[in-house]
């Protein structure tokens, strides 16, 4: 009996009759909304305009979907859009023999942006972020890192909590009764590890401890120690829980050893640059 597990079977969203809003978009909404919050808190705290935190939205805002993109595209299923080059750009998969969807090409249906992963949307904000620091800001790059690393912390727990909802990246059974049993999701209905929650909850820890030490320490004048220490406890989080994830998508297959994925492999040199970032010596700004 699996008296100890939870099934999960949610709507797609709230029903307007007219229009449904999806969990999914509801928690990336939200993670925009709080962190325009907290950072006009801290500009205020550090005496900037915020004024200049549209244009800080606006910079995060699409260089985190172009990178979630690119990075689903280079780094996990290069060998089929190397084929399919317009996919990467447009919301369409081929679909040949199929008939054609809203006018149309046939041989096209809409499937909307599928894919997406993290490591390109960091590598991407990176890049927005020392554009915008030198444009508007006139600081150095690591400034604004270590602020946006608290609000991205939070941002990170609500879109997992939107793959909880959407039923998706969820793990391994556990072998026993207690998990989750994702009923719209295409695996067995078997316990599973609530993986999104597991990460979810670790990177609101992450947030806590970040927000902490930007108001209740001086560690927020070393330079780079905020991000050194999000990019230590997002990414270690992520290694150690791929573990218990199922994998995704077909051809997310070991790299390392017959034991790591893909997702790990890229978190390790991101670890080390938070590593180095902590404990090097540096001028308080």
């Not at 399919?84 to 750009?89: A, K, Q, S, V, Y």
């Not at 909880?164 to 059974?173: A, M, Q, R």
């Not at 316990?191 to 820890?205: S, V």
Request: hydrophobic content about 50%; some cysteine.
């Amino acid at each position: 009996m699996n008296f100890l597990s939870i099934t999960w079977d949610p709507s797609l969203g709230i029903d307007l009759g007219f229009f449904t809003i999806r969990w999914y978009s509801l928690m990336f909404v939200a993670a925009f909304i709080f962190g325009l919050r907290i950072m006009k808190k801290i500009y205020i705290e550090d005496k900037i305009s915020i004024e200049k935190i549209d244009t800080l939205f606006m910079y995060t805002f699409i260089s985190m979907l172009v990178g979630m993109r690119l990075g689903e595209v280079f780094f996990y299923s290069w060998d089929y859009y190397k084929n399919n080059l317009l996919e990467i750009f447009l919301p369409f998969k081929r679909a040949i023999g199929e008939s054609a969807v809203f006018g149309l090409i046939d041989g096209w249906r809409f499937t909307g942006y599928t894919g997406f992963a993290s490591h390109g949307a960091a590598i991407a904000i990176i890049i927005a972020m020392y554009i915008y620091s030198k444009k508007h800001l006139q600081k150095p790059l690591l400034y604004i890192l270590d602020r946006m690393a608290i609000v991205s912390a939070l941002g990170a727990a609500f879109v997992r909590l939107g793959n909880f909802f959407n039923s998706e990246i969820y793990g391994k059974p556990t072998g026993s009764n207690m998990g989750v049993i994702f009923k719209s999701s295409d695996a067995e209905m078997l316990p599973r590890h609530p993986t999104q929650l597991y990460e979810a909850l670790c990177y609101l820890i992450l947030f806590i401890v970040l927000w902490k030490f930007y108001w209740n320490s001086n560690k927020k004048q070393k330079t780079g120690f905020l991000f050194g220490l999000f990019m230590i406890g997002l990414w270690s989080s992520r290694f150690f829980i791929e573990f218990f994830k199922e994998a995704q998508i077909d051809g997310r297959e070991d790299w390392v050893l017959n034991s790591l994925n893909t997702g790990q492999v890229l978190s390790i040199p991101l670890i080390l640059i938070g590593c180095w970032l902590v404990l090097r010596r540096t001028k308080t700004s």
